[in-house]
């Protein structure tokens, strides 16, 4: 029987074999997609924000403005209903920063210890945007109870949650079954309020409970009808430093740009209370009185 003798490698090679490769390996690392080199330094010179789909207009209006401020920060949106978002974020996603339609959501995720410092950054209220030829039979909440098509954003969803106080509060007023009576003539419930005011648009809905900023985003295309006084309810935005974030230090320059007069003034422009009230007045839009 043969017997297979290994032989041993000649030291002196395998050292200059380790040396030839040992470079290459680590340029390999820098260099290919999802090297460690690459994505650090795209980390430092990016922001990534998560923001509620109401907020898609003046957000980018804010990331502009910021922009030419910081010109070596690219900023990056992430647009979806805050429920979305935060799905997101508690199945792994990395941010620096997240902008919520509620604070039931940030409380959620402080609670699991992903928020470094959080704020109200604005306030929004709902109203009724109405298509056009709808308009002369929906004057009010108080119509809702006829016959109308009606959509609504879905309960998880923070304008789906105000919408449902809103009703409850009007009920009050209007008396027991009011609110359910409305919830039956919805058409359809949405996962954000970008698609409910879309589907009003488009004349796929006689109406549908929206912010006062999305249904100004419209312009003729809805005619804006307000809620009763019982029926108001306020929407409070909150800004969310995130932890552990991807660019902490250009996440925290961006969240003191919102912050700032500056950001206060447009957030102001495009409609939201803002957080320390002294912007300008809002822009007007298409209401009950026009």
């Known amino acids: 029987m043969r017997r297979h003798v290994a032989l041993e490698e000649d030291p002196l090679?395998?050292?200059?074999?380790?040396?030839?490769?040992?470079?290459?390996?680590?340029?390999?690392?820098?260099?290919?997609?999802?090297g460690c080199g690459q994505r650090d330094?795209?980390?430092?010179?990016?922001?990534?924000?998560?923001?509620?789909?109401?907020?898609?207009?003046?957000?980018?209006?804010?990331?502009?403005?910021?922009?030419?401020?910081?010109?070596?920060?690219?900023?990056?949106?992430?647009l979806a209903g805050t429920q979305t978002l935060?799905?997101?974020?508690?199945?792994?996603?990395?941010?620096?920063?997240?902008?919520?339609?509620?604070?039931?959501?940030?409380?959620?995720?402080?609670?699991?210890?992903?928020?470094?410092?959080?704020?109200?950054?604005?306030?929004?209220?709902?109203?009724?945007?109405?298509?056009?030829?709808a308009a002369g039979r929906i004057r009010g909440g108080e119509d809702l109870s006829g016959p109308v098509r009606l959509v609504l954003a879905a309960e998880q969803v923070p304008a789906g949650r105000y919408t449902r106080?809103?009703?409850?509060?009007?009920?009050?007023?209007?008396?027991?079954?009011?609110?359910?009576?409305?919830?039956?003539?919805?058409?359809?419930?949405?996962?954000?309020?970008?698609?409910?005011?879309?589907?009003?648009?488009?004349?796929?809905?006689?109406?549908g409970f929206v912010y006062y900023t999305d249904a100004v985003a419209a312009g003729?295309?809805?005619?804006?009808?307000e809620l009763p006084p019982a029926g108001q309810v306020r929407a409070t935005y909150v800004l969310a430093r995130l932890r552990p974030a991807p660019n902490p230090g250009g996440g925290q320059a961006f969240y003191d740009f919102v912050l700032s007069p500056a950001g206060q003034e447009i957030l102001a422009r495009r409609g939201f209370m803002p957080n320390n009230y002294s912007a300008s007045r809002p822009v007007g839009g298409r209401t009950a009185n026009d």
């Open 13 to 34: 090679k395998k050292q200059l074999r380790n040396l030839v490769f040992l470079p290459v390996i680590l340029l390999l690392a820098l260099f290919l997609p999802g």
């Open 41 to 78: 330094a795209g980390a430092e010179n990016r922001v990534v924000v998560f923001a509620a789909s109401s907020l898609t207009d003046v957000f980018q209006e804010l990331g502009q403005a910021f922009s030419r401020k910081h010109p070596e920060i690219e900023v990056q949106f992430n």
């Open 86 to 133: 935060v799905n997101q974020l508690r199945q792994g996603a990395e941010a620096d920063l997240l902008a919520s339609a509620d604070t039931a959501y940030v409380d959620e995720i402080a609670a699991a210890g992903m928020v470094a410092a959080s704020r109200a950054m604005a306030y929004n209220r709902l109203v009724l945007a109405v298509y056009p030829d």
């Open 165 to 207: 106080q809103a009703l409850e509060q009007i009920e009050a007023v209007e008396g027991p079954g009011f609110a359910a009576r409305v919830l039956a003539k919805a058409v359809s419930q949405e996962l954000n309020v970008r698609q409910v005011l879309s589907k009003v648009t488009l004349g796929e809905a006689d109406a």
């Open 220 to 225: 003729d295309k809805v005619v804006i009808r």
